[in-house]
């Protein structure tokens, strides 16, 4: 590994030692680097921050999540033209986030959300590093909340709602 980029993971895991959101370091062959966060803090919550061997400039951030069962059941019983508003406008909505996603395996047998955003060294700093770690939740938040509104909000309790995150 590159010693810059060895320092930028150095100083990524020191930022989130200090704010109490470091939880483990992965090893990947495919990777510079891959290091496990929770944000927020005690929200059972994965973030996870990358660095892939081919990009020598940029660290990824990414969490994905998983749709708890009653909300997924409840999109694909809706009828298609309802089904394919509600996603649309979701889609809408995340694109005036500043993360990029992924739905998956695709919107018409969504399963799960994945978000990611890339923050390249000249610009790396704890601010933004930690203004990207919030932008990426408050997606992930707006895509609970969306399915609570629209089909119920059984899922409120602790349990069912940590098995959003994957």
């Not at 009653?70 to 509600?86: M, N, Q, R, S, T």
Request: net charge negative.
């Amino acid at each position: 590994m590159p010693m810059v980029v060895e320092a930028v993971c150095l100083k990524l895991r020191n930022w989130l030692s200090e704010e109490g959101l470091y939880k483990d370091k992965v090893y990947d062959e495919k990777l510079y680097f891959h290091l496990v966060a929770e944000y927020p803090m005690g929200s059972g919550r994965h973030v996870n921050l990358v660095q892939q061997n081919n990009r020598d400039d940029v660290v990824v951030v990414f969490s994905r999540i998983r749709l708890a069962d009653i909300h997924e059941k409840a999109l694909h019983a809706l009828p298609k033209k309802e089904k394919d508003k509600f996603l649309w406008d979701m889609r809408y909505a995340l694109l005036g986030r500043d993360a990029n996603f992924d739905m998956e395996p695709n919107s018409h047998e969504l399963q799960s959300i994945q978000f990611s955003r890339e923050v390249y060294y000249d610009g790396l700093t704890k601010e933004k590093f930690m203004e990207v770690m919030r932008d990426n939740f408050k997606c992930e938040l707006y895509v609970v909340w969306k399915f609570q509104e629209t089909f119920g909000s059984e899922v409120q309790d602790k349990q069912a709602e940590h098995m959003l995150y994957c």
